[in-house]
């Protein structure tokens, strides 16, 4: 009967030590790797796909009949943080700095500089509404002004890298 008792005991033990309790953490928890910002997801260098001057079709990276052919040289660079380099559609290169609104809302180049000075009509500012969640593969930038080098529409970018 000593026999029996042990062996049931035995068993309920190792029943309960076999379990694993949800309320116990484990002694080296894998640390969970943080979703990357806004500041680092853009940080990198990004080239034109499409791009829509007040909703039409200027530029389509797959497509050989484009209104402005220009947009296959656009070059944004924010590889640097908070300083970057821009090649727009007409070759022209401009150099200035960057940053983000607190929401990650926004995307503002200032400070813009190139071999004649600022962009036409922006004082070197150019603010840019970003449309969509960046990603490492896409980047969506509207721009909050009519821009004059855009024939003073809206321009929205489509960038990969």
Do not use: H, R
Request: hydrophobic share 35%; with cysteine.
């Amino acid at each position: 009967m000593k026999t029996i008792y042990n062996l049931i005991t035995l068993i309920i033990f190792s029943t309960f030590v076999g379990c694993k309790s949800e309320s116990v953490s484990p002694a080296n928890p894998t640390p969970v790797t943080p979703a990357p910002t806004v500041a680092e997801i853009i940080k990198k260098n990004w080239n034109a796909s499409t791009v829509l001057w007040d909703g039409v079709s200027q530029f389509d990276k797959t497509s050989s009949s484009n209104l402005i052919q220009g947009y296959n040289q656009y070059k944004l660079d924010l590889s640097n943080p908070s300083s970057l380099s821009i090649t727009e559609f007409d070759g022209k290169k401009f150099t200035g700095k960057y940053s983000l609104s607190t929401d990650n809302q926004k995307l503002i180049f200032t400070e813009l500089s190139g071999a004649d000075g600022a962009p036409s009509g922006t004082n070197g500012t150019i603010e840019y509404k970003i449309s969509s969640t960046p990603s490492s593969n896409s980047l969506v930038l509207e721009s909050t002004a009519p821009y004059v080098k855009a024939s003073n529409k809206i321009v929205k970018l489509n960038l990969i890298p």
